[in-house]
């Protein structure tokens, strides 16, 4: 710790990590020592306010059924979400429109199940989050691709080809990961501005994971229901996991606004979706009313490991392709020109490495790996070393 990093960020230490029991650095396909990049759970403990408020609540013995819960008044942390989005993205919308579930999975399922219905046609960026698109294959809906361009400037779609196909093609719902993961794109108002006006044409609901919303760097996120004319379509569903890196604790929050489908969730059996945990609760309350200085702090310290990565990989492996990304502590890695084939992750995992295979994501994938940058900058750049010696050892990266 130090004055520049009061929280540590730079001090987490590899015994610790790897005596860890979550999945992240447990998994070693069989090999000691690797690093662990994959998965996207941070290296960091949770702010200390969060681990305060969660030791106090277990120090009271205070943990039976809650004052609130289905069917009962939600949990203080939807009233929360409504004042932290008007405060920190200018979103302004009524709390009883803020339902609770366990994750943010769970929440785009259940939305798809109740505004589509099989065999009908969703709207997906890709490259995706593999459990979105996996939602939509397990759930029998059709994947209409908005496919990933990418260049010098970034990641950019087609909104033209989009339309053109929803003309012959026509689809129920846009499932937006904003900002994006893998890509790391943060969709700007321009942009959400055009997704607005083409599910207005093609009468889509759009449901929006924005469970990376606190982690953009350069510019705010702007949610996508703060757009006009979308609130009335528009699922929006957030958790405080990804960046307060509680995602063990099972809590997500959906702004629900389409009317039907608030009355659609009314109507299922009310024990179907199972109940909200008392501390998860309790931690997203913790983190949304105490963590904005550990936040804060934190997106100084990622920003710092997006732009080391830059320079670790110019040094020594300058064939991946790497763009900063504007949101999220993920690097997606294009790993094409180095020779390894469709599935360079295993090639990485031999030099000691574990990343995200980029096949995970759909057929875009090919020949990409996902990098977590959420760790010390010593262990990226440990991870970048250990890259780069599979690299050598092969023989075969090209220069430039
Ligand atoms: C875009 C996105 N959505 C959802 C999740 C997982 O959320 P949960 O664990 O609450 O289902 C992740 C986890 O990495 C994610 O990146």
Redesign the pocket.
Known sequence: MSFDDPFGFDSVDLDWLRAKAGAKWHRSHGRQGLLAAWV?DMDFPPAPAVLGALSARIGRGDLGYPDWGYPGPRSPACRLFAERAARRYGWQFDADEVRELC????AVQVMLHLATAPGDAVVLHTPS?P??WRSLAAMGRRQIDVPAHADADGVHFDYDELEATLATDPAKALML?HPH?PTGHRFDRDELTRLVAIAERFDLVIIS?E??ADLTFDAPHIPIAAIPGAAARTVTVH?P??AFNL?GM?H?VAHVGPPHLRDGLAALPDHLLGAVNLLAAEATVAAWTLGDEWLDALLVHLDRNRRLLADRLAEHLPAVGYRRPQATYLAWLDCRRLGFGDEPVREFRRGGVELSDGNDFGPLGAGHVRLNLATSSSIVEQIVLAMASRASTSGDQPGG
């Not at 994750?103 to 769970?106: E, K, S, T």
Request: hydrophobic share 35%; charged share 20%; net charge neutral.
């Open positions: 996207a994750d943010v999975v769970q989050y459990p979105l990961c993961n994971d469970i990376h958790s996991s990804k995602a099972r997500a």
